[in-house]
C-alpha cells in the first residue's frame, strides 16, 4: 500500500527550495519505488533510502525471504492463506503480518512473541485462536518472521515438539560461541525479547569480552590487541592455516571459528547490516528491526545495547575489508575463489552485490564500515568482534607455513621475507655457479 507524504516545511522558507526540492522528490521517489515492489523492506531497513544504490541494493532479500516462506509447513498456510493461494508473497495477508510484527517490535518497550501475537489478534489481522494449537502455530510464526527480519538466527520446523522453539544449528558440531542451545519451550514466549533471546545464547557479543572457555582464546585476548591489515586476511588464514570458510545466513555466527574443523563461519549478505544502520529522518533517529532485541534494562550486562547493535553491524562490515579488500591477496582470493562459493547455488537474484564490493574492492566511498586503517586496535575498532579476530590472528601466529607456495605467500614479516627469499635466489646463484665450474672443470679434463 502506498504511503503520502508531505513535502518538508523548510522548502516554503529557505532561498533553496529548489535544490532542496528536488533532493525530497528524489528520496521520496525512492521511497515509492521501495513500497511498490517491497512494501516490508521500508519498515526493517532504516538506511535503504540515504544510501547509493549501487553499493546497497536489497534484491537478494526478497528472493531470501521468499525461500524461507517456502519452508513453513502447510500447516501454518492452512490457517492463513486461501486455498487458491499458490506463492507466499502473493498474499496480503502474509505481507500485512511481516509489517505488522516489524511495527510492534519497534514500537513498543520490551516487546515479546506473546504481545507481538495480542496485538495481530486485536488489529484483526489474525482470526481468533480456536485451540491451544492455533496459539503455538501463532508463536512460531511470530518466532520465525523476527528471526527473519533480524537474520540473527534461522527458525527451524518440525525438528522438535510442539511445545517448544527451535533454531537451526548450522555448525558442524553441537554449539559455538554464539550458540549455547538450539531449543526452548514456548513458554518462554512472554519474556521480552532479549530475554527470550539469551535463551538460545550470547547472539550478539558483548563488548570487549571473551565467550570462549578455551585457555587458548583467553590468552589471545588478553594478549592481542592489536590487529596489523597486511599480517591479517583470509588468503593467509587458508595458505598458512588452512582455514576453511563456511558462508552462512545467521549474523550471530559470523566470524566464529571452529577450531575442531578448522572452519570460519562467515556471514553472506553484509547489505543487511549496512541497511540496519540507523538514520534521522524529520529529526527522528529511526532503527531497524534488529534493535528490538536491545536489552532494555540498563543495568544489564549480560546482553547489548541499542548503541552495542549498530556498533557491532559496523563492525561486521569492517570485518570484509580486514579479511579481505584491505590487501591484493585478499582481494584476488575472493575474486578467484571465494565469492563463488559464497553464493555456490544461489541464483544471481540472491546474491548480494554489497559483498563484492566489500571484499574486492581496493577502495570504496562508504561510510556505513567506518574508515580503513593499517594498524587496528581491538578495543577501539572491533570491540563487540574482538575475541573472534584475536583467536584468528593467534591462529596465523602460530601457523607456520609448509612447502614453497606457502612460503611465497607468507608475508607477514617483510624483512623476514625478503631476508629469506634474497638467500634462496643468492645463494642458489653461488650454487649454480660452483656446479657449472665443476662442469667445466671436467670438460677440459675430457678434452685434454
Known sequence: MARRFSPPRAFTRNSSVARSLKSWMLREKRRSEQIETDPQLLLIFPSIESSPRDLLNLKWYR???????????????????????????????VTEIYVRVAECLKDHFSPSIERTVNVLLADGILSPCKDESSTWLYQTLVFAIIGWQTMLYRPSFGTSPPN????????????????????QDNDKAQRPLDEFLMGFGLLIPPQNTCLGEDDLDKEAFNSILTVDSRELNALLAFSTAHVQ?????????????????????????????????????DDKLVKGVIHSCASQSAGDQQWISSDDITAFLREVLSS???????????????????????????PPEGQDPLLTILCGRKTIDFSAHGKDRTLYRLARDFPMLRCRIAVLKKLLDTSKPRGWKELWRDKRDSAQWVTFWAVIVIGGAGLLLSFMQV??????LTLK
Not at 563456511?246 to 553472506?268: C, G, I, P, Q
Not at 570484509?320 to 544461489?346: C, M, N, P
Open 63 to 93: 528472493w531470501w525471504l521468499n525461500q524461507q516462506l517456502k519452508s513453513l509447513p502447510d500447516e501454518f498456510f492452512s490457517i492463513l492463506l486461501e486455498s487458491d493461494q499458490k506463492h507466499p508473497l502473493e498474499s496480503s495477508q
Open 164 to 183: 517448544q522453539f527451535s533454531v537451526v544449528n548450522d555448525y558442524d558440531g553441537p554449539s559455538g560461541q554464539a550458540f549455547l542451545a538450539f531449543k
Open 245 to 281: 570458510i563456511r558462508w552462512v545466513d545467521s549474523l550471530a555466527m559470523h566470524l566464529e571459528y571452529d577450531k575442531l574443523t578448522n572452519t570460519l563461519y562467515l556471514f553472506r549478505y553484509p547489505s543487511f547490516c549496512a541497511a540496519n544502520i540507523p538514520q534521522v529522518f
Open 320 to 346: 570484509y575489508r580486514l579479511l579481505f579488500g584491505q590487501s591484493k591477496e585478499g582481494r584476488q582470493y575472493f575474486r578467484q575463489t571465494v565469492h563463488s562459493q559464497a553464493f555456490e547455488d544461489i
Open 439 to 444: 662442469v667445466l672443470a671436467l670438460l677440459q
